[in-house]
């Protein structure tokens, strides 16, 4: 018995930092994932070795000692995700002005044909912008209810699983459907006037590592690197937001944000996770949201299902009064 908590017992230690071995794999890059998870199998393992001290005392403390400080080490990843951190995007109260934007970001399952779910929350919910992944054409039919409250929008149907379609109360310009790094996935980008400031809104959804899609991180990393270093040379202010197929924590998000500089909402609130919908105990948050300084958090929120493995998101966001003044 002892051997095999012994083996379980070093697998998760080892998983700890697997992911910084300098390779792409998804095997390897995988690990990222599931922090928090681990994080309470370790815990659960530090238990259960108080149980053999008395038969194995040596072995028992060696094992306890490396799954503690593989918690703490995995705990630190995921705790400014936390209240228990300091927020860094400070919070202020809604106003009906063309201050405030409101963003809902929903990765629909291309599959999911539940489209009435989507269409209600919009309904209930009037985001100025509502941003479809995994939208293909029969997405793009039953979503055209919508076009007399959105008559601004941009569209990219595809049958792979990274089709995209944005919809705006507000019209928008210099739009682009860009492939940045494989020529089938697309991001979309607009300007967009608020308060008489241009708002640069950056919209993506690279592959993830895995065995059904690519089998490597190479293409996701350089794809959110790529949006990063432009994000960076930006004056004006700009948010950047969809399914990332990455943790917040992840060595490549932090990455992103530190070229870019933008800011993340959900540090120090919680991890608004929004896959996997069907899986409880299997979820992270991969739909992300990101702004530069010049904004403030109205409000973040997970959303009920709409029948996707993925909840949708909904961010509203207000432009600063002073958009040179930095964050708190």
């Not at 070795?49 to 060696?62: G, K, M, R």
């Not at 980008?189 to 592959?207: C, D, L, N, R, S």
């Amino acid at each position: 018995m002892t051997t095999v908590l012994s083996i379980i017992t070093l697998f998760f230690i080892v998983a700890a930092i697997l992911p910084h071995i300098p390779c792409q794999h998804w095997l390897i890059r995988v690990w990222e994932f599931p922090r928090l998870q681990q994080a309470f199998i370790l815990l659960v393992l530090t238990l259960v070795w108080t149980y053999w001290y008395i038969e194995t005392p040596l072995l028992a403390l060696c094992m306890q000692a490396g799954a503690v400080c593989a918690l703490l080490y995995q705990l630190a990843w995921v705790i400014p995700y936390t209240p228990f951190w300091r927020t860094e995007v400070n919070q202020v109260p809604a106003t009906d002005d063309d201050r405030t934007i409101s963003i809902l970001t929903s990765n629909v399952l291309m599959t999911n044909d539940n489209y009435d779910a989507l269409i209600n929350l919009t309904r209930q919910r009037k985001p100025d912008i509502l941003v479809t992944l995994e939208s293909n054409k029969d997405w793009e039919q039953a979503l055209s209810v919508l076009h007399d409250d959105y008559p601004y929008r941009l569209s990219c149907p595809l049958e792979n699983l990274y089709g995209m379609h944005l919809y705006s109360r507000r019209p928008f310009g210099n739009e682009k459907i860009r492939f940045i790094i494989e020529d089938d996935v697309p991001s979309m980008e607009i300007w967009q006037e608020m308060a008489g400031t241009q708002v640069k809104i950056h919209f993506v959804h690279p592959k993830p590592p895995s065995p059904t899609e690519n089998k490597s991180a190479g293409p996701r990393d350089k794809e959110l690197t790529r949006v990063g270093k432009e994000m960076a040379k930006l004056k004006h202010p700009a948010i950047v937001t969809g399914d990332l197929n990455d943790v917040a924590w992840s060595p490549t998000t932090r990455k992103f944000r530190k070229i870019s500089g933008m800011l993340d909402p959900r540090r120090g609130r919680g991890f608004f996770n929004t896959f996997h919908a069907d899986y409880p105990l299997l979820r992270w948050p991969l739909d992300h949201v990101f702004h530069t300084e010049h904004f403030e958090l109205v409000k973040i929120e997970r959303m009920p299902t709409v029948g996707s493995d993925h909840f949708p998101l909904l961010t509203t966001l207000r432009l600063k009064n002073n958009p040179s003044v930095e964050q708190a």
